[in-house]
């Protein structure tokens, strides 16, 4: 973990109760000072081993990400993947979803990358699905006007919870398909690790894009 110290902005929780946390904790991030740079930001909401992040960031150099994952032992082979490739447009939060307002400015995210978040289909898991009205609430004040989700899932099930979820909370939903891997999205489409597993699988992927539409 020393040796992945310098893509590393934050660990662990602030405090014990989140919701306190998320309502008074501030150490938002400097990205002159962190990137070296005033390119744009986009963010991975779970990031698991890195390899989307990877790939996305060797491809758009002008662009910085934040990659946040929650395990510890997943995050530290994402930043040692990271650090073999000597990408410097990469930083890592391993923290909780819930606090991103924490560390993050207001309004300063182009774009928010889910992929494969865990669907937590029962009913009373829904306050923890990453496209649940209180995560849509942060993610709001995170993006710019007319800032980007683009989420990735193998659950047709949340695929649809999450569609209606996006228009409640006031984004405009486009870019929707059920098969991602035979649409006319997937020449750009990086595949994960659990994509390919899934497809594999025989499970079609499905894929949409929700803008935050300005007030």
Known sequence: MEQCAAILLARGKPCKNLKEAAENYRFLLDYGQIFGNDNPVELEVGCGNGGFVLEKAGREPQTNFLAVELCTNVILTAMERVMAA????????????????????????????????????????????????????????????????EQKTDSAEFFDYSLSQYRAAGFAVGEITRDLHNSEYAQANIVTEYEANFTSQGKPICRCIAVLEQP
Not at 102 to 108: A, L, N, Q, T
Not at 123 to 145: A, D, G, H, V
């Open 86 to 149: 000597n990408l410097p447009n990469v930083r890592f939060l391993n923290i909780p979803a819930e606090i991103l307002a924490c560390y993050i400015p207001e309004h300063s995210v182009r774009k928010i990358y889910l992929n494969f978040s865990t669907p937590l289909p029962e009913k009373s898991r829904e306050k923890q699905r990453l496209t649940s009205p209180r995560f849509l609430e942060i993610y709001k004040t995170l993006l710019k006007n007319g800032g980007v989700i």
